[in-house]
């Protein structure tokens, strides 16, 4: 996960318009530290309809 957050950061260094979605992988804790490096999305569909639904509306809230 760090070299993947390191590439989120770099390509919104250096392409501060892009929009950055994160798919595969993603779960309460992968979720907000991608937002947290600059992803603008992330796809959590397996983590979404695995769990309990209010981990989902965690997700959601801590993401914006």
Same mark, same amino acid.
């Given at each position: 996960?760090?070299?993947?957050?390191?590439k989120?950061?770099?390509?919104?260094?250096?392409?501060?318009?892009?929009?950055?979605? =994160?798919d @595969?992988?993603?779960?309460?804790?992968?979720?907000?530290?991608?937002?947290? *490096?600059? $992803?603008?999305?992330? =796809?959590? @569909?397996?983590?979404?309809?695995?769990?309990?639904?209010?981990?989902?509306? *965690?997700? $959601?809230?801590?993401i914006?």
């Open positions: 996960i760090e070299a993947t957050l390191h989120i950061k770099l390509a919104k260094k250096l392409f501060p318009r892009l929009k950055i979605i =994160v @595969g992988g993603v779960n309460l804790v992968t979720g907000l530290h991608a937002h947290q *490096a600059g $992803a603008d999305y992330v =796809v959590a @569909g397996n983590y979404v309809f695995s769990n309990n639904p209010a981990n989902f509306i *965690a997700l $959601a809230k801590l914006g």
